[in-house]
């Protein structure tokens, strides 16, 4: 019998603890990687980490606040003891906040938005840098927003971080591309079932859009198969 086609491989999620991630993190375990998962709820990680398990393969979850940046570098050195590289990072945390006018943001909540979607990004990035860059063929897949391409009225503060996000993650591409194997991507969901996406849209009906486990099947496909340097794709 053929192995999967992850195994042997370490794959970090973040936000694994439901929606697009868990999803993500399921799909990477039944390729055959082994899954580590962060997200701030230790439940949910776990009823994650069972999912896995029960199909055959294999997780750690690592319950942690993005927020909290010392944290992010403990973590990885806690992972560093383990593992001696890290061959997929999933960048998929991030925080809605309060859809408003410009002029009416609420500027304490637009910085934690930010401190989350970029400088918790910037941080991940920097902590596992070492283990991506002693990887055979590291592969980093951050999950971006439409908006942050296409301004649209009352997304500004979230389109702004994706904007800041997707910028900052390609530029993090390019500082690799001619001194490493690291390679960068970005994959907007587009419409999907989350419970972000219900808390923007409380009309729609959820069955109107696609499962996260489309945009997961999607992403460990990339993961699988590998990509082009700044590989970027909308999923309809």
């Given at each position: 019998?053929?192995?999967?086609?992850?195994?042997?491989?370490?794959?970090?999620?973040?936000?694994?603890?439901?929606?697009?991630?868990?999803?993500?993190?399921?799909?990477?375990?039944?390729?055959?990687?082994?899954?580590?998962?962060?997200?701030?709820?230790?439940?949910?990680?776990?009823?994650?980490?069972?999912?896995?398990?029960?199909?055959?393969?294999?997780?750690?979850?690592?319950p942690l606040d993005l927020a909290e940046h010392d944290a992010i570098g403990r973590l990885a050195g806690a992972i560093g003891e383990r593992w001696p590289v890290l061959d997929m990072l999933v960048l998929n945390a991030g925080m809605?906040?309060?859809?408003?006018?410009?002029?009416?943001?609420?500027?304490?909540?637009?910085?934690?938005?930010?401190?989350?979607?970029?400088?918790?990004?910037?941080?991940?990035?920097?902590?596992?840098?070492?283990?991506?860059r002693r990887a055979p063929a590291a592969r980093v897949v951050g999950v971006t927003s439409s908006v942050g391409r296409k301004p649209r009225a009352y997304w500004g503060v979230y389109g702004a971080s994706k904007a800041a996000f997707?910028?900052?993650?390609?530029?993090?591409?390019?500082?690799?591309?001619?001194?490493?194997?690291?390679?960068?991507?970005?994959?907007?969901?587009?419409?999907?079932?989350?419970?972000?996406?219900?808390?923007?849209?409380?009309?729609?009906?959820?069955?109107?859009?696609?499962?996260?486990?489309?945009?997961?099947?999607?992403?460990?496909?990339?993961?699988?198969?590998?990509?082009?340097?700044?590989?970027?794709?909308?999923?309809?």
């Open positions: 019998m053929r192995a999967p086609v992850l195994a042997g491989q370490t794959a970090l999620v973040t936000g694994a603890s439901r929606g697009i991630g868990a999803a993500t993190a399921i799909a990477l375990g039944a390729a055959g990687a082994h899954v580590i998962l962060t997200a701030r709820t230790a439940g949910g990680l776990e009823e994650v980490e069972d999912a896995i398990y029960q199909a055959g393969g294999s997780a750690t979850i690592a809605l906040g309060t859809l408003s006018a410009v002029s009416a943001i609420d500027f304490a909540e637009c910085a934690k938005v930010l401190a989350l979607n970029v400088s918790a990004q910037a941080a991940m990035l920097a902590a596992f840098d070492p283990m991506l997707e910028n900052l993650l390609l530029s993090y591409g390019q500082e690799l591309e001619n001194v490493s194997e690291v390679r960068v991507g970005i994959v907007d969901p587009g419409a999907t079932r989350t419970k972000m996406r219900a808390r923007a849209f409380p009309g729609e009906d959820p069955a109107t859009v696609k499962a996260p486990e489309v945009v997961a099947e999607r992403i460990a496909a990339l993961m699988a198969a590998g990509f082009d340097r700044g590989h970027f794709e909308r999923i309809g």
